[in-house]
């Protein structure tokens, strides 16, 4: 009884110090210069977020609880299950985390989530090398990770800096693990899955190019920008020098800055000529990458198109076929009738 009471004073007080991470806020450090938490949009998740946060120093609660249920999952069947769980308990905390700016709850709960998962496709693995018929489980996994790696990627869309790439860090080792359930799924499952990865890998290959290609035309228009300005500001402090040597009429002092001057303007020149050429080169190349976007895109809506086209074709020669058997079947009774009517009357 008194071991129960511990215990609850102990989440009791868990639940105070969780209160208290809620006012504090981190937004700066969390996510980057140039995203705001009121600016994330996080899509609705299915699971809800453990009794005990990472935010709280009582998570080791949580964690113990965790492991007492996998320790009464007697089979790897069902430890897989119980992983799938707790990965959307991670999930939905992660959620919160992100509300609150806590950057090491945020970094936290990606950790739980990657290693569950993880977990999860071993537990899989485990349960097929014991002879068991995983494969519905094995789909109901990959559609759940699919679901996690698809929230994860609004998000990580959203943010820029550290935040970014520890989401485009947590996708990658969802997609390992998603890449060892799929090995168990059926044959006609897997070869769609395999088509699917294919593709969704291209798409963010072409889409992390065109967004690195527009970042980086934004760049060459700073820089453009700022070399304009600095030019404007050395030629002005050169003929602000000139000036001042005319004034004093000091004839030395003249030609030295004319010379100076002289100098300023032709190393602006070759500057400038030389800022142009590789401003244009890099246009080029921006332009490049978005004709290979556009292009990729194209062939993309061509074979879906294909297959459209292809799946109707299918569908009306099977309607066809389906016609032909009903015309035959009437045919057939109409023969066997006349045969009957013709028996009647020689009788």
């Known amino acids: 009884m008194r071991f129960i009471t511990f215990i609850t004073i102990i989440i009791s007080l868990g639940i105070i110090f969780s209160g208290k991470h809620l006012s504090a806020h981190h937004g700066a450090r969390v996510l980057g210069d140039s995203t705001r938490a009121s600016d994330l949009v996080f899509p609705p998740v299915t699971s809800g977020a453990g009794f005990i946060l990472p935010d709280s120093p009582f998570f080791f609660l949580d964690r113990l609880f965790q492991q007492a249920r996998l320790l009464t999952a007697f089979s790897a069947e069902r430890k897989a299950r119980v992983r799938l769980e707790i990965a959307n308990e991670r999930l939905a905390e992660l959620r919160i985390m992100l509300a609150r700016d806590n950057q090491d709850a945020v970094a936290t709960s990606l950790s739980n989530l990657t290693q569950e998962v993880n977990q999860m496709s071993k537990s899989l693995t485990d349960a097929a090398a014991a002879g068991q018929d995983v ?50 799924l059926a044959e006609d499952e897997l070869e769609n899955e395999i088509e699917e990865d294919i593709n969704e890998e291209i798409e963010e290959e072409v889409e992390e190019a065109s967004k690195s290609a527009k970042r980086l035309e934004h760049a060459i228009d700073v820089l453009t920008k ?71 895109k194209k062939a993309k809506n061509e074979v879906e198109n294909i297959k459209k086209q292809s799946a109707e074709e299918v569908s009306q020669n099977q309607e066809d076929e389906d016609e032909d058997e009903d015309e035959d079947e009437d045919n057939s009774e109409k023969s066997e009738s006349s045969g009957a009517r013709g028996d009647n009357i020689g009788e």
């Open 135 to 184: 494969s519905l489980l094995a789909k109901s996994l990959n559609e759940t990770i699919k679901t996690q790696r698809k929230i994860l990627g609004i998000v990580e869309d959203q943010t820029e800096g550290v935040l970014k790439l520890q989401f485009k860090t947590a996708r990658k080792a969802l997609k390992t693990a998603k890449i060892e359930i799929e090995d168990e």
């Open 226 to 296: 700022l070399a304009s300005e600095a030019a404007q500001k050395q030629k002005a402090r050169r003929e602000e020098a000139l000036r001042h040597a005319i004034e004093v009429k000091n004839e030395a002092l003249k030609k030295q800055e004319e010379k100076l001057f002289e100098q300023e303007m032709k190393k602006q020149k070759k500057l400038l000529e030389a800022h142009k050429k590789a401003v244009e080169e890099a246009r080029e190349a921006i332009e490049k990458s978005q004709e290979a976007a556009d292009r990729f």
